[in-house]
Structure formats: C-alpha cells, structure tokens
C-alpha cells in the first residue's frame, strides 16, 4: 500500500507527460522538426511564387499572403507535415501507416476548419490584385502552370503512374493523365461539366463552397471523418 500510494503521483505525472506530448505531436505538427528545414521550405516557396507569378502579378507577396494573418499557421503547419511525411512515407504507403498517421490528417483538418475561411478571403484579395494589374492574369497563369508542369514534373509524374500501375494511386493518376495532357484539356472539361449559371458566377460558387465547409467543421465531420479512416485502415492491415 505504502509503495502503491508513493507511485501514484509518479503515475499521474507520467501519464500528464504522456498526454500532453500526444496533445503536442497531433495539434502542433511543427514541433520536433528542424527549424532550418521548415525555413528552406517556406523559402522554397517564396522562390516558387515569384518563379511562377513575378512578371504575370508583381504585386503578389508571399510572405504577406501566406505567412502573415490567417494563412500563417495553415501554411506553416502543412509545411511541417510535409517534411515529416518525406521521411515517414519512403514507399508506397501501407495501412498501417496510414492509420497512425489519420490524428495528423484530423489535426490539419480541425486547423483548416478554424483558418481555411479567414485565409480564402487574404488568397481572394491578392488575386484580386493581379487581376485588376493584369486583365489576363487568369489565362496567362494557366498557361506558366502547363509550361512548367512540362518542362519539370511531367516525366516524374508519368514515371510514378507507370510504377504505381495497379494500385489504387497509379491508376487515378494515369486516368487523369489520360484525360488531362494539357490545359485545352482542362479548358474542354470545365466547359462541359460547369454550367453555364456556375460558370457566370463563381464569385458564389465560391461562396456556397465555404458555405458547405463551415456546415463540415460546425458538424464535426472532420474528427468523424478520422476515426472512420482510422477503423478502415487498421481492418485493411489486418
């Protein structure tokens, strides 16, 4: 009893420890990753905006846009996940892995829910920017887009479709290679499946779309959605 007693708040303590660790690993996923690492991918990002946007939207600026107000913790946050992601996906994902990893997924959800709003409205305002200092910023954008898609990543992505064959993975990307090799491509599908309502209107499309995800975040599908793909995962891992 006397020794059972003493241990109880060494217990407590430890599982306080614990607790609060799991609660700094899944709602802080920044924690524990070189802070060299996370500066070289924001400023990869930086470097990538003005490759991509300089001369079509020079009054774009990434660090007031991306890391400042509602954006910051959004993109700093997803940038941390994907430095951890490089060394924890080294392959094809298994479930298993997938499974452990559902909390962060639910935890950049549950962000995205309190910021995704307030960050739309600062992308919307800078964008609103560029077109306003260039009347063809939309139509000049997606043509850098499909240029540099082709002279950097084209291969590498048809390359990982072509391994991936047969897998869940590979085979949505090669249908949607198959059916997009270009932005006449894309142009052709928009036309076909937006109507024409839709199409005149995307101001309130965009409108009902963050409708529909405050409706998601205020139901709580997002920690839903986790234990859901949490369960589906670990059943397929056996």
């Given at each position: 009893y006397y020794i059972t007693n003493n241990l109880r708040p060494y217990i407590i303590m430890r599982a306080f420890v614990l607790v609060a660790l799991l609660g700094v690993a899944y709602g802080n996923l920044c924690s524990g990753v070189n802070k060299d690492s996370l500066k070289g991918v924001l400023a990869a990002g930086s470097a990538g905006a003005s490759y991509f946007l300089g001369d079509l939207c020079p009054s774009f600026d990434f660090e007031s846009v991306l890391?400042?107000?509602?954006?910051?913790?959004?993109?700093?946050?997803?940038?941390?996940?994907?430095?951890?992601?490089?060394?924890?996906?080294?392959?094809?994902?298994t479930y298993a892995q997938l499974a452990a990893d559902v909390p962060n997924f639910a935890a950049l959800g549950n962000l995205a829910c309190k910021k995704a709003a307030g960050c739309f409205d600062q992308l919307r305002a800078a964008f609103d920017g560029c077109v306003a200092g260039n009347a063809n910023f939309v139509r000049d954008a997606v043509?850098?887009?499909?240029?540099?898609?082709n002279q950097d990543l084209?291969?590498?992505?048809?390359?990982?479709?072509?391994?991936?064959?047969?897998?869940l993975v590979g085979d949505l990307l090669g249908m949607a290679l198959n059916q997009f090799s270009s932005a006449q491509d894309i142009e052709a599908f928009l036309n076909m499946h937006i109507t024409e309502g839709i199409s005149a209107d995307a101001a309130a499309a965009a409108e009902e779309a963050l409708a529909i995800a405050r409706e998601w975040c205020a139901s709580g599908c997002t920690d839903k959605s986790a234990n859901f793909l949490a369960g589906i995962f670990s059943h397929m891992q056996g």
């Open positions: 890391l400042s107000g509602e954006c910051r913790a959004l993109v700093r946050q997803g940038a941390c996940y994907g430095i951890r992601a490089s060394t924890y996906y080294t392959d094809v994902p043509a850098r887009a499909e240029f540099l898609y084209a291969s590498t992505v048809n390359d990982f479709a072509a391994q991936n064959s047969g897998s």
